[in-house]
């Protein structure tokens, strides 16, 4: 299986003390360039570090390149109403043509209910209520009629190529969800093995769905310092099953995380 390897742009940090706020144009042109696959933009509206809006800089990584796969890694969809996201979905597939990934999550728990209670979504109904706007999307986006539960009819023009869906979340629950939904599954910081075992699980879910096992997206994983031995782990990564591998930002700067994947991508 070809691994595909991506970075994740300078929207924000993990760490509030020192946000990863960058040129969005200049590392996707730079991740283009230098053959990565893609570019991820993280999502949230309070976090734990300034963060900017995801849909308009994965607007301005298309805008600045040809090839690129621009991805949300991850939307955290029912933070805004379903058709909203929908039509921020087929705006991104249209001006980039068809290159979006929509990697979907619920939310880190760890940073709070704030920005669910700004937007004035509910935090504990979040997991099931991104259940049934999956359920919903597909059709959303591609134009068909869907009716709410008011029993209002709605259909999006202009319709737009639905793209592949990821789910996050290392849960049980995430990872039935992501069965149930989803082209793909993201996990963070997860080990080879760990891939190889989560694979299994997933194609046993997926047969209870009568799909194919979602292919697997790793997050931040733990490689190597040294470029040829980080090289020889994504082999490793390959081998279990892996799909994709996406780099953390660096503390020193999205410049040096770039830089890294770009030799990786050289070594390879």
Known sequence: MTLHLGAILPTSSPDPEHPILGDIRAAARFAEQAGLESVWSTDHLVA????LDS?????????????????????LLTLRPVAWAAKQIGALQYVSENRLLLGVGTGNPAHGDLGWRAAGASFADRGQNTDEALRVLP???????????????????PSAAMPPILVAGD????????????????????????????????STLAETFGRNAPAITVVAPPLAAAPRQAADQLGEYAASGAERVILAPSPAGWEASYEFAAELQRLR
């Not at 734990?48 to 963060?51: D, K, Q």
């Not at 959303?140 to 869907?146: E, F, S, T």
């Not at 849960?171 to 963070?188: K, Q, V, Y």
């Open 48 to 51: 734990s570090a300034p963060i």
């Open 139 to 157: 059709d959303l986006v591609a134009g068909k009629p869907v009716t709410f539960a008011d029993g209002a009819e709605f259909t999006l023009a």
């Open 171 to 202: 849960g049980p629950r995430a990872r039935r969800r992501a069965a149930e939904f989803a082209d793909g599954w993201i996990t963070i910081g997860a080990s080879p093995a760990d891939v190889a075992a989560a694979g299994r699980e997933l």
């Open 55 to 75: 849909t308009v800089a994965l607007a301005t990584a298309a805008a600045a390149t040809d090839r690129l796969r621009i991805g949300y890694g991850v939307l």
